[in-house]
């Protein structure tokens, strides 16, 4: 996402695509991302887990870390 905004889908799936060689290879891949909104943040989490990736949803600035307690509804 840049702020609400999805990213163009080929740019993120060749992202994708690529931290997934990293994956690949045994490492840890921790993706942040800038979602606003709730429904965004459960979208982003949801597609790195899915992934197999960490997720950190964070403030544009990086400033400061938050910790979260964010999981999807079941």
């Known amino acids: 996402y840049d702020d609400d905004m999805p ?16 994956i690949n290879d045994n490492k840890i891949v921790l993706v942040t991302d800038y979602p606003q909104s709730t429904a965004l943040k459960y979208d982003f989490y949801k597609k790195c887990i899915t992934n197999g990736f960490l997720a950190y949803a964070g403030d544009r600035n990086l400033d400061i870390l938050k910790e979260v307690d964010f999981y999807p509804p079941s």
């Open 7 to 22: 990213t163009d889908d080929s740019w993120r799936n060749e992202g994708i695509s690529n931290l997934n060689i990293v």
